[in-house]
């Protein structure tokens, strides 16, 4: 992700844009590369305007960088970029977003799961009906395994509680975007940006497009459990601070817990049923862990702030203004 923002403002709209640009994460895929390609590239070839089709090889460690460097020969609008490092896959989203040209970008798993006969029909979607973001949105789950949809439901149901209901259940990184959006998206310091749960969250007018996800072409899954929970992770701490919030609530709550427990304890010393030295070491221990879960609970709330500032996300996003509107 490093000097990514160093390429902000190189390329827009103007000096070698292009109607569509495809972004395609690629990492350790050579198994798929070329069954991509035999179904990609008649797709785009087919629909009559300048593209180019931006593979982010994500520090593949096969055949896949030779593979595309060959492919390229043949595919003029073949456009590679390289990371240094296995980088993950939002990340190298990332890169493709930031360097893409297209006045629409697609983005699009390479193993074939999202089927590239859609795109024609996003970008239809999106001009007839004006709209920034088009979703891709997975009708029928069935080719996934039964852990893979179990967890996609859990995912999805809480996503949509902590980051809103407009987040589309089963919409995964098989998109279009417009270009205002792609800028916008540019100009966020957000580092951990979950394209899924921040794009709705921006509020373009959009629509979806529902496709069956298809079985992975060739190869493996490059998404193992671990990328899946650090995913999940991102997802939560990206737009939620009720993790942080909880110790606040815990100490609240062991705080009146406390002042119920001493009313107790100061009754039973009353009626002097209790060793002595039991009341004051009760009241004592208690009041201290409340007082203690409460302060890391502070804390939370300070860090939550930081949290926010850092990531520095706009507090409003403008659709439109009469006044600009004029000029
Ligand atoms: N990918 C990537 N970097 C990674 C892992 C995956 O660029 O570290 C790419 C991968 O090549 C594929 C897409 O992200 O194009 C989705 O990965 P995969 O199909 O393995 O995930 P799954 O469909 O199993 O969730
Ligand atoms: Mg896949």
């Not at 697609?106 to 001009?127: C, Y």
């Amino acid at each position: 992700m490093y000097g990514t923002h160093g390429t902000r403002g190189t390329h827009g709209p103007g000096s070698g844009s292009v109607a569509l640009s495809v972004v395609v994460p690629v990492f350790d895929e050579e198994e798929v590369l070329p069954l991509l390609v035999a179904r990609l590239r008649p797709v785009l070839d087919g629909g009559g305007e300048p593209y180019e089709v931006l593979a982010v090889d994500d520090g593949s460690t096969d055949a896949t960088p030779r593979l595309l460097e060959e492919l390229r020969t043949a595919w003029p609008e073949l456009r590679v970029v390289t990371l240094r490092r296995n980088s993950g896959h939002q990340a190298a989203l990332t890169a493709g977003l930031h360097r893409a040209r297209g006045a629409h970008v697609i983005s699009i798993d390479a193993d074939l799961q999202d089927p590239p006969e859609v795109i024609p029909d996003m970008l239809a979607l999106a001009r007839a009906d004006g709209l920034d973001v088009v979703y891709g949105v997975r009708g029928d789950r069935t080719a996934d395994s039964p852990f893979k949809r179990r967890t996609a439901a859990v995912y999805y149901r809480l996503m949509r509680r902590l980051a809103g209901a407009h987040v589309p259940a089963h919409a995964g990184d098989f998109r279009l975007l417009s270009r205002p959006v792609v800028d916008t998206l540019k100009a966020l310091p957000d580092q951990q940006q979950v394209y899924r749960l921040l794009i709705p969250w921006l509020g373009y007018p959009s629509g979806q497009i529902t496709y069956r996800r298809e079985e992975r072409g060739a190869g493996t899954t490059k998404y193992p459990v671990r990328r899946m929970a650090l995913l999940a992770l991102d997802s939560v701490t990206s737009f939620s601070a009720v993790p942080l919030r909880l110790a606040t609530a815990i100490g609240a709550v062991s705080l009146v817990v406390c002042l119920a427990f001493l009313a107790w304890a100061l009754t039973v010393h009353a009626t002097g049923n209790t060793v002595p030295g039991w009341t004051s070491l009760i009241i004592t221990m208690l009041f201290f862990g409340a007082v203690q879960l409460f302060c890391l609970g502070m804390l939370g709330e300070y860090v939550a702030r930081i949290h926010s500032a850092v990531q520095a996300r706009p507090t409003y996003c403008v659709a439109h203004d009469t006044d600009e509107a004029q000029r």
